[in-house]
């Protein structure tokens, strides 16, 4: 992987040569096949960690960089959920627009009066967000499902398992949770998933650095142990526990322990109805 200039040669000619790939304005790759999605977002995500890098991604390789689920490798959630199954999500979108709002090197790929988050070097605001909406087909099927999807969002959520274990527990009927709370201990501050502080409870989502990392498991038991020691209830889920049917059923019946509701669990087989307004996702 180089630039153009570390090549040595313009885009014309790395354009006739089969065996380069344009990755990104300027930035190319050497393969025998074009790389997919996946592997252009690691490769970028490898270049983007260097200092001083330049380099502006769009679409659906930016949404991989993130981590953003694309594509039909979830559609368990999907039906979790009884959400239908398009290309993209609805969860999934709503999980890019979480990223969205916390994000701070996310830029517009064109500056307009509408992004006024972005004069200061702020993420985007909802604001911000409904702004481009307007100046897109109001009837458009993309457009009415991102607004539908902001419908979802919760600022700060840092993560689309975060933005999943959510939705998950409002489709049931569980209280909506505060997202990343912090909670002041000896040991600094810590940032709780989904908490509720009336009921000092809260869900942790363990991603995959917890089980790569053993500085950063080790680390993360003891912060557990000592939010324990303050009082505080926690739940430690991994993605199984999502993907998992009777696994979610089980943290999501002990949550609803915790907060003194009954979660509502739609019956093997049914296919319940769902809608969104402001307070969550209900099935009816």
């Known amino acids: 992987m180089a630039t153009s200039g570390e090549l040595g040669r313009r885009k014309h000619q790395l354009t006739r040569d ?9 930035l190319w790759c050497r393969a025998d096949s ?10 970028l995500q490898r270049h983007l960690n260097c200092s001083g890098s330049s380099v502006r991604i769009t679409g659906i390789t930016a949404l991989q960089v993130l981590g953003i689920p694309i594509g039909s490798h979830y559609r368990w959630a999907d039906r979790a959920l009884c959400h239908p199954a398009p290309m993209m999500s609805r969860w999934a979108l709503t999980a890019a627009l979480d990223a969205l709002l916390v994000h701070r090197d996310l830029r517009p790929v064109d500056s307009t009066p509408a992004w006024t988050s972005q004069s200061c070097g702020e993420p985007l605001s909802l604001a911000d967000i409904y702004s481009a909406l307007e100046t897109l087909p109001p009837t458009s099927r993309a457009v009415m499902a991102v607004r539908t999807a902001l419908k979802s969002t919760q600022y700060p959520t840092l993560s689309p398992m975060e933005t999943l274990t959510r939705l998950m527990l409002l489709a049931c009927g569980l209280p909506c949770p505060v997202m990343n709370f912090r909670v002041d201990t000896r040991l600094g501050y810590s940032l709780l998933d989904l908490a509720w502080p ?14 790569e990392n053993h500085h950063a498991y080790k680390n993360e038991m003891y912060r557990n142990e000592v939010l324990r020691d303050l009082g505080w209830k926690l739940r430690i889920i991994v993605f ?22 009954v979660p509502r669990f739609p019956a093997a087989g049914s296919r319940a109805r769902t809608s969104v307004s402001r307070k969550g996702i209900h099935i009816r």
């Open 34 to 43: 074009p790389p997919d999605h996946v592997q252009r977002a690691m490769l």
């Open 240 to 261: 199984d526990d999502l993907r998992d049917p009777a696994r979610s059923v089980e943290w999501r019946t002990w949550l609803g322990r915790q907060l003194w509701v």
């Open 198 to 211: 009336e009921h000092k409870t809260a869900i942790e989502f363990n991603g995959r650095v917890h089980s």
């Open 18 to 26: 089969p065996s380069m790939h344009q990755l990104a304005h300027g």
